[in-house]
C-alpha cells in the first residue's frame, strides 16, 4: 500500500464534484460562477500534488548527491 | 518484486481514472493527477537506485578510483531522470516544444558536468604525447 492512493481518488472525485457544480451553475445561467469553479477545481487539485513533486525533488536530490 | 505489483496496479487504476477525468469539464486534472501517480511511482522506486548506488560507490572506494567521475555519473543520471520526468509530462499534456526545451536544458546541463571529465582525458593524452 502506497500513501497517497487516497489523494487519487479525492482528486477524481473533485473533478466529478466541480463537473456537476459547473453544469448546475451553468444551467442557472451564472456563467462566470461555473468558470470560477473551474480554476477552483483546478487550484485545489495543484495545491494537493505540488507537496509530493517537490517531495520527489529533494529525494532525487539526496539520492544523486545533485546540490 | 512485491512494488512492481503495487506500481502496476497503481498505474491501472490511474489510466482508467485519467481517462474518466479527461472526459468531465476539467482535462486540466487529467494531468495533474498523471503527475501525481508519475511522482508516487518515482518515489516508489528510489530508495531501490539509492541502494544501487551505495553498491556502486563501495566498489568504486575497493578499486581506489576517483570518486569524482562517479559522482558525475551519478549527478548525471540524476538529471536525465527528472529531466525525462518533466519532459515526459509536458508532451503528455500536449506540449511538445515546452518537453523539447526541457530535454535541452538537461542536455545543456549533462555537458557542463561532462567538461572537466573530458578536459582531463584531453590532459592525459597530451601527456602521453611526447
Redesign the interface.
Same mark, same amino acid.
Given at each position: 500500500?502506497?500513501g497517497?492512493?487516497g489523494?487519487?481518488?479525492f =482528486?477524481?472525485c473533485?473533478?466529478?464534484v +466541480?463537473?456537476i457544480i459547473?453544469?448546475f451553475l451553468k444551467q442557472a445561467g451564472r456563467d462566470e460562477f461555473a468558470y470560477l469553479t473551474?480554476v477552483l477545481? =483546478?487550484a485545489v487539485?495543484?495545491i494537493? +500534488?505540488i507537496p509530493?513533486?517537490l517531495?520527489?525533488?529533494h529525494?532525487?536530490?539526496t539520492?544523486?548527491?545533485?546540490y | 518484486m512485491e512494488v512492481l505489483f503495487v506500481i502496476i496496479g497503481l498505474a491501472l487504476v490511474t489510466t482508467v481514472l485519467v481517462l474518466f477525468v479527461n472526459e468531465s469539464k476539467v482535462p486540466g486534472l487529467g494531468v495533474v493527477i498523471s503527475v501525481f501517480v508519475g511522482a508516487l511511482i518515482f518515489i516508489q522506486i528510489l530508495p531501490k537506485i539509492s541502494y544501487v548506488i551505495s553498491i556502486f560507490e563501495e566498489l568504486a572506494s575497493r578499486a581506489s578510483l576517483n570518486t569524482f567521475y562517479l559522482a558525475t555519473i551519478f549527478k548525471i543520471i540524476g538529471i536525465s531522470y527528472i529531466a525525462e520526468f518533466g519532459a515526459q509530462v509536458c508532451r503528455d499534456a500536449g506540449q511538445g516544444a515546452i518537453a523539447t526545451k526541457v530535454e535541452f536544458a538537461a542536455k545543456v546541463l549533462v555537458m557542463v558536468l561532462a567538461v572537466p571529465i573530458i578536459a582531463a582525458i584531453l590532459e592525459s593524452v597530451v601527456r602521453l604525447l611526447p
Open positions: 500500500m502506497i497517497g492512493t489523494e487519487i481518488l =482528486l477524481t473533485l473533478a466529478i +466541480v463537473t459547473h453544469t473551474l477545481g =483546478l487539485g495543484l494537493e +500534488v509530493v513533486i517531495d520527489l525533488f529525494q532525487v536530490k539520492v544523486f548527491n545533485l | -
